[in-house]
């Protein structure tokens, strides 16, 4: 791992990350429109998400925290694509950095440790839906090779708006 950021572990998603990990997605819901989650939660509405993300598996949750703190900087999931038995071997992926905690590398940390992990399971396709405009998203799926595959124009509405998702695949 290089030096700059050595302050950094990353790690699988434990039951005690809960909390931190509904705080920081709680912020997203509250502040844009990257999620279209449009009311908060609390870390028991959110702890059946917590727990479908096991250590192995397809589905896997990695957590960046501060080496130091223990303060979570943000988390990568891979989560079941779609729910019938075919789409099995795909998986949708997601990233979300603490907004303090932006331009560091964080979600490249994530992301390297989350498709290292998947190096060893039987998935096929990652997929990544991402709500319009977000350039830093973008240029991060772009750099894990991830390629624009369609968009779907108006697909949700949040803060009064109508808004776009931009869907990219990588072969896995």
Known sequence: MPSEYAEVQVRPGIEGDLEALTA??????RETAITFDTVVLTPEERR????SHPEDGPHRLMVAADADTRRVLGYATSS????????????????YVA???????????LYDALFKALAEEDV????????LPNEA???LHARFGFRHVGTFHEVGRKFGRY?????????L
């Open 24 to 29: 920081l997605y709680n912020h997203y819901i």
């Open 48 to 51: 059946p998400w917590l727990l």
């Open 80 to 95: 079941p694509y779609r729910p019938k038995p075919a789409y099995g071997t795909s998986v949708e992926t997601s990233v």
């Open 99 to 109: 907004p303090d905690a932006g331009r560091r590398g964080i979600g490249t940390l």
């Open 124 to 131: 096929h396709r990652a997929y990544a839906g991402i709500a």
């Open 137 to 139: 998203s973008e240029r």
């Open 163 to 171: 808004r776009d998702v931009a869907w990219y695949e990588r072969e």
